[in-house]
């Protein structure tokens, strides 16, 4: 295309960062007709996006609209305005609601990008105006990773856990369905399985599916539309600082192959870069104590906060410092990173207790909002909720995955590493010596369990109210009644294993206004420099609204920035 031409080292967009917000930014900057480069700090690309659940938030998609999807821009603009705080001005949150669906239209009609919507997928905050039981998040379809071809090996890949037996790839739907287990879900399973063995030609290069799922898969197709329009991404390429003359950002300092290298960007450098969660430092300036990096459920080594400083060195105002995209985490010995727990805590039979062995918070709760309530426990003398536990039986033990443990009628603790016993999980004949092992208080331990029980049988938490809403319920088990949420703890033996208070990423970082642009404090533009994704103050501000908040802003800022580039002097 005639927008890639470009001379040595200038071009007129620098993306920095290779996330689905950085890429989605390349490819509509590339159709705007600019040329554009993609540079990567890690050597595989895809960032947090690729190892994430790939959903988009997108209030008015066309997807639900043609199923007879009743949303509306008033309907979501007044959800919003109630799930962010407050604190997020107006004019950027219109600018998302205008160009979500325009965003993910252009991405669908003109590049290798597919989305389906997930039509029982509530919003989070069922309890807000303008909330929805469903219809506003879309899940990545499956994508052939074979036509990526020399590539291939440079995708970041999403954690086993994200695939059906660590191996077959499978839609958030389908796994929705598994684990809802909604009418016809095992032969739903058998045909994916059936599918992966017999691609018997694929199955001689690799142990895994040809195909990709979520965000893996969402990457995957962004990488190869780039690819379509020869757009070049450099990995193993660290951003260093920005180039400023007059005022005004004209390109990035960047090291490859072990030296610093000035590239230049005739329009503007989009920081898309993630944020600063992987920095121990920057996590004691700014985030609630205690705090570890060593929690996080993204790749270590990167999302390091560069973007961040760099932007304040250039004069750029900040907000939101102090909030993350929280989510408990389960460390594995000998894994990369923690694993991320977001739907197993809604599945009935579990509790969640501080270390006096109480409740403290709705365990089916938003993930946000789950670490919120352990930091809020953790400031009551004596409550020790960071970290938590997650206590469960032999019969959520059969039946259901935790974490690391598929159900023991997959996956017997006989079949478990010998290492993970004490480590990854306790186990116990009776809930006392279980308290004994992890430091729980036993008596409170036992009266949380018996009050459990009740709750199950009569369906009522009279607590916290688990299961009493539609997104509570998405996760539970549709055949355990009254409740899907709540079934009892008392066949042993017992289980626990320790929740950690971490993340998906931070959500405070550079202010920008409804174009992207990054803003001084006096809310000027700062010429030339633009952010989106994590390293950008979230336009979701102090909230979670729903599924792919943090992914659908990202890639639609992208959207947004790339076209303002586009008329860009």
Known sequence: MAG????????????????????????VAADNGLSVLVVEKSDKFGGT?????????????????????????????????????GVVQESRLRAYLDNAPKMIKHLEDRSRVRYAVAEKYPDYYQHLPGSLPGGRTLDPELFDTSVLGDELPNLRQGAPSNLLMGRIAWTARQAHKAMA??????LMVLGLMLRFKLDLAWRRKSKFDRRAALGTALIASLRRSLQ??????????????????GGRVCGARVVREG?????????????????????????????????????????????????????IAAGAATALLDKVWWAPTIRVPKEEKPRGVFAERAFPGAVVVNGQGKRFVNEAAPYLEFVDGMYRDQQKSGARSIPAWVIFDASFRFNYAMGPLMPAQIMPDS??????????????????????????????LEETAHKMNEYARTGLDADFARGGNVFDRYYGDSNVKPNPCLAPIRKGPFYAMRLDAGDIGTKGGLLTNEH???VREDGTPIPGLYAIGNCSAAVMGTGYPGAGATIGPAMTFGYIAANHLATAA
């Open 4 to 27: 890639n031409v470009h001379g040595d080292n200038q071009f007129d967009v620098i993306v920095v960062g290779s996330g689905a917000g950085a890429l989605a930014s390349a490819v």
């Open 49 to 85: 996006s690729s190892i994430s659940g790939g959903g988009i938030w997108i209030p008015n998609n066309h997807h639900f609209a043609a199923k007879g999807g009743n949303d509306s821009y008033d309907k979501a603009l007044e959800y919003l305005n109630a799930a962010t705080g």
């Open 181 to 186: 287990r909604e009418f016809g879900w095992r």
């Open 228 to 245: 379509d329009r020869q757009v070049p991404l450099w990995l193993k390429t660290e951003f260093r600082d920005l180039i400023i003359e």
């Open 259 to 311: 030296r610093e290298v000035e590239v230049r960007a005739r329009r503007g450098v989009v920081f898309a870069s993630g944020g600063f969660e992987q920095n121990q430092a920057l996590r004691e300036r700014y985030l609630p104590q205690p705090t570890q990096a060593a929690w996080s459920a993204t790749p270590p080594g990167n999302n390091m906060g560069a973007a961040l400083e760099a932007g």
């Open 415 to 444: 079949r478990l590493k010998k290492e993970w016993l004490g480590t990854v999980y306790w186990k116990a004949p009776t809930l006392a010596e279980l308290a004994a092992q992890i430091g729980v208080d036993a008596q409170g």
């Open 516 to 518: 992207a642009q990054v």
